[in-house]
């Protein structure tokens, strides 16, 4: 290994604290905390998890989390009018719906009907409109968090030859859209790619998020490139990235972990939008930059 290891963790907790310094100013301005609601449908135990360490660390930055669990058999009407109420509420910043829903819902019309200013996991196409066109709204958790680690390691990313393996609304496109905003020369491959290390071998940057574990090999990269793996697989060895790490962090210059990476900077992200979005619903000033 003679790749850094990118400690995300790190960072994470350090993004948590600072938006936690700024809660109390938001106190004194409105009276109230920001406030997040998770909605949970059905009981995947991985999403359980997630969205029980998304509660606590809403509290521990001192906001108020909200949170809903409805049974796996919950229909269409039923969540949707969840959400008009979410909608409604003054106490509620933000709504994070967690994903995947049971097949029985259709989540792209659940989505569709979360207020895209409270929309903090910035999954309404309003948000993905705004993005791509560079007005401001929400940017999804993971990619503004992977562009955060990128720019601390590398400062400006401007002319670097940027490869995105993955296609996702949540991932992959807004990466891309991220690091064309940043002047990086971008390329968007997939699964489908014919001849992945041909892209590969000029990436200064390279974020993996194509849910196949051990997809990209270190002898594919250019060496000393800044590698952002975004996967999280569950194999009978434990959790494991999108990379090959050991082949890749032999060649890289740095690269994330999995776990300790990208994963903790999903949720620090999502409270840092909410803090965003309590802000820009009561009109109250936050150098947003400075977070
Ligand atoms: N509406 C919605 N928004 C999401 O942001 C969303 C979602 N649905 N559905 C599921 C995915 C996944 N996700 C993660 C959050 C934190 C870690 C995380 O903290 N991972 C740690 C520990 C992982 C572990 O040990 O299980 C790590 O990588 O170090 C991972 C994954 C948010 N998601
Ligand atoms: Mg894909």
């Not at 790749?3 to 100013?25: H, M, N, Y």
């Not at 949970?40 to 949170?67: C, I, N």
């Not at 819902?105 to 895209?116: Q, S």
Request: glycine content about 10%; overall charge negative.
């Amino acid at each position: 290994m003679s790749a850094a290891s990118i400690d995300g963790k790190a960072f994470a907790a350090g993004l948590r604290a600072r938006i936690a310094e700024r809660v109390p100013t938001f106190r004194k301005a409105t009276g109230r905390a920001p406030g997040l609601a998770v909605v949970l449908v059905g009981e995947d135990p991985a999403s359980a998890v997630y969205v029980r360490s998304k509660g606590k660390q809403t509290r521990e930055a001192g906001m108020e989390s909200f949170e809903h669990k409805l049974p796996a058999d919950t229909d269409q009407a039923t969540l949707l009018s969840l959400v008009e109420q979410l909608n409604m509420d003054p106490a509620v910043d933000g709504i994070l719906v967690q994903l995947p829903l049971p097949a029985h819902i259709d989540a792209d019309e659940v989505l569709l009907r979360i207020d895209p200013d409270k929309d903090v996991d910035g999954f309404h196409p309003v948000n993905a409109g705004r993005l791509a066109t560079g007005l401001p709204g929400f940017v999804p958790c993971t990619p503004l968090g992977c562009l955060m680690l990128l720019e601390d390691r590398l400062g400006d990313l401007s002319g670097l030859d940027a490869v995105v393996v993955g296609r996702s609304n949540i991932v992959g496109k807004p990466m891309a859209a991220l690091l064309t905003a940043k002047s990086c020369t971008v390329t968007v491959a997939h699964s489908r790619t014919h001849n992945l290390p041909h892209y590969l071998r000029h990436a200064d940057i390279v974020v993996a998020a194509v849910g196949r574990p051990h997809f990209v090999k270190g002898e594919w990269l250019k060496p000393g490139a800044t590698v952002i793996d975004v996967g999280i697989n569950r194999t009978e060895n434990g959790l494991t990235g999108d990379v090959d790490f050991d082949s890749a962090a032999s060649v890289a210059g740095a690269i994330t972990p999995v776990p300790g990476g990208v994963g903790p900077m999903t949720i620090a992200v999502l409270l840092r939008n909410t803090l965003v979005a309590a802000h820009r619903r009561e009109g109250v000033a936050l150098e947003e930059g400075d977070i």
